[in-house]
């Protein structure tokens, strides 16, 4: 990872550095933080932040769930991210805000402890690698959603995350897939999940999953091309016999699923996750009109 020259720390840029924290922070302890994970791409208009505006407002959701009021509004955070890419010179990065509870006093609740806000930016390539994924079932289940608010993306919930990932990486596999409490198929460790059957795309429905943004876009994505799409429970069983697979996320973007468990799916990078990942990364390089709405972009701010 190449370090930037500034990260944005409560309220002022300060140089990468200088970004540092008590260590009695209180969400270094309880992995109280909020935080998100935003990509910005090259477009002809130069630099375009992708979905801006619905990253933060589910920072402010997540933080909202762990009652942690931000002293920044919507409006201030874009901004805010904005001025990171801008004074960082950046053309293209992944752009992570994180909020949390500072030092005040050690205990679970936090007591006295003030809200801090970090806006980091810095160039990233694929994060699953440029190869379609080969992925595995993994016995560490999706947190439950009574247990934890699964909508909310929020720092602790990635112990989970990890572990999952990790019983991926270490049986030689690229990544996780999780199943929910019930035994369906919920996501994986940080993508969402996709099977394909002809002209049908099917999707976990919300309730064990992060709703996300790539997912939502994907969706709409794939309606305006004329796919059926439903949001609904998807068994293990169903996705082994499903055409193709693909995750989507920032990070992820759209990847293609090659095998799930060592067997090869019937299409692995088929016609239909090759066509969503094309038209969503032109759309990503602002070459899609129809989508501007969903780019900030940075020259224009
Ligand atoms: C657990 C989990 N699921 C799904 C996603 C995909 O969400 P998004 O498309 O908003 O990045 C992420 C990444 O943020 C994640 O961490």
């Known amino acids: 990872?190449?370090?930037?020259?500034?990260?944005?720390?409560?309220?002022?840029?300060?140089?990468w550095a200088s970004a540092k924290i008590h260590v009695l922070s209180h969400s270094l302890h309880y992995g109280t933080g909020a935080f998100e994970g935003i990509r910005m791409y090259e477009t002809a208009k130069g630099p375009a932040i992708f979905h801006l505006k619905r990253h933060m407002e589910r920072l402010i959701f997540s933080a909202k769930t762990l009652g942690m009021k931000l002293p920044y509004s919507l409006d201030e955070l874009m901004e805010a991210a904005v001025d990171t890419v801008r004074k960082n010179k950046l053309k293209s990065c992944y752009i992570r805000p994180i909020a949390f509870y500072g030092f005040g006093e050690v205990r679970v609740l936090p007591t006295n402890c003030p809200v801090e806000v970090a806006i980091a930016a810095w160039p990233w390539g694929a994060y699953l690698g440029d190869e379609?994924?080969?992925?595995?079932?993994?016995?560490?289940?999706?947190?439950?959603?009574?247990?934890?608010?699964?909508?909310?993306?929020?720092?602790?919930?990635?112990?989970n995350s990890m572990l999952a990932g990790r019983e991926a990486t270490d049986r030689g596999f690229t990544e996780a897939l999780q199943l929910d409490y019930k035994g369906n198929i919920a996501e994986g460790p940080g993508e969402n999940f996709f099977i394909v059957r002809g002209k049908t795309i099917t999707t976990p429905a919300l309730g064990s999953i992060l709703p996300g943004i790539t997912r939502e876009s994907v969706i709409t994505?794939?309606?305006?091309?004329?796919?059926?799409?439903?949001?609904?429970?998807?068994?293990?069983?169903?996705?082994?016999?499903?055409?193709?697979?693909?995750?989507?996320?920032?990070a992820a973007e759209v990847t293609a699923i090659a095998s799930?468990?060592?067997?090869?799916?019937?299409?692995?990078?088929?016609?239909?996750?090759?066509?969503?990942?094309?038209?969503?990364?032109?759309?990503?390089?602002?070459?899609?009109?129809?989508?501007?709405?969903?780019?900030?972009?940075?020259?224009?701010?």
């Open 1 to 15: 990872m190449k370090a930037t020259k500034y990260i944005w720390f409560n309220g002022k840029l300060v140089p």
């Open 132 to 159: 379609p994924a080969r992925i595995t079932v993994v016995k560490t289940l999706r947190i439950h959603p009574q247990t934890l608010a699964v909508k909310a993306k929020i720092t602790g919930h990635y112990v």
């Open 221 to 250: 994505l794939a309606r305006d091309l004329g796919y059926k799409v439903e949001d609904r429970a998807i068994s293990l069983k169903e996705a082994f016999s499903a055409d193709e697979c693909f995750f989507t996320g920032t």
């Open 260 to 301: 799930m468990d060592n067997k090869k799916m019937k299409k692995p990078n088929g016609p239909t996750t090759k066509r969503i990942r094309e038209e969503f990364l032109k759309i990503t390089r602002g070459e899609n009109p129809k989508y501007k709405k969903w780019l900030t972009f940075v020259n224009e701010y």
